[in-house]
């Protein structure tokens, strides 16, 4: 099973901020915390991963809280074209036989 | 240029059969992987690979064999074909001792 808790389905108007949560309170001290998100029939795309602090990059933000036992995932402006299943998932360096994606959550743009 | 391409895009074959599905990407990686997508959506990791190393997650029958002619290569045999196997595969590679995997647009195979 996925050690990662999202929810199901979100949505949010074009142009506005989106935080996408993910809990994941069994975290051990060396699992990263990465987003990847998928659009329809596309493979999934690699956005942000961080360890303890907060992270930016040109497409999000990482908000890693202080216990690490959840994070956020901030879109600063949501466009028509972020509309997709977004995953969080913890990741081992040297451990990828237990790597999840879990259900994630599907994020909807209303125009 | 596509950094990861699959082929074949879909895949129906009989149960029984044996197939492959072969991966390559140009990004001078040297670490590949191998994911399944099931029909719950849950994309899991069956492998991963590099010039080192195979990396086999305990849950993936030996029917499932990965091929790595050379570094930008890395090929998924199946034997003896299942119902359910049934699932989309995603190939992706990175670099070896970095998180961010770039993926393959995916296989879709059915198995009848």
């Known amino acids: 099973d996925a050690k990662t808790t999202q929810p199901n389905s979100m949505e949010s108007n074009e142009e506005e901020p989106v935080h996408l949560p993910c809990n994941h309170s069994?975290?051990?001290?060396?699992?990263?915390i990465h987003w990847y998100r998928q659009l329809p029939s596309q493979g999934p795309e690699y956005v942000i991963h961080?360890?303890?602090s907060n992270v930016n990059n040109r497409m999000a933000s990482l908000a890693i809280a202080e216990d690490r036992k959840s994070s956020t995932l901030i879109l600063h402006r949501a466009t028509l074209r972020d509309a997709a299943v977004y995953y969080c998932?913890?990741?081992?360096?040297?451990?990828?036989?237990?790597?999840?994606f879990g259900k994630g959550t599907r994020l909807h743009i209303l125009p | 240029d596509t950094a990861v391409s699959q082929t074949p895009k879909y895949l129906v074959t009989q149960m029984g059969n044996d197939k492959s599905i072969k991966c390559e990407q140009n990004?001078?990686?040297?670490?590949m992987y191998w994911y399944k997508q099931d029909s719950k959506k849950f994309l899991k990791i069956m492998f991963s690979?590099?010039?080192?190393?195979?990396?086999i997650n305990e849950t993936v029958p030996n029917r499932f064999s990965p091929k790595s002619p050379d570094k930008a290569h890395l090929n998924l045999h199946i034997n003896s074909l299942e119902l359910g196997d049934s699932a989309v595969y995603f190939c992706?590679?990175?670099?070896?001792?970095?998180?961010?995997?770039?993926f393959g647009p995916g296989t879709r195979l059915t198995v009848l």
């Open positions: 992706a590679s990175s670099r070896y001792g970095y998180n961010e995997q770039f």
């Open positions: 690979y590099n010039n080192k190393e195979l990396i």
């Open positions: 990004l001078g990686h040297d670490t």
């Open positions: 998932i913890l990741m081992t360096m040297n451990r990828d036989d237990k790597i999840i």
């Open positions: 069994t975290i051990s001290g060396t699992d990263y």
């Open positions: 961080g360890l303890t």
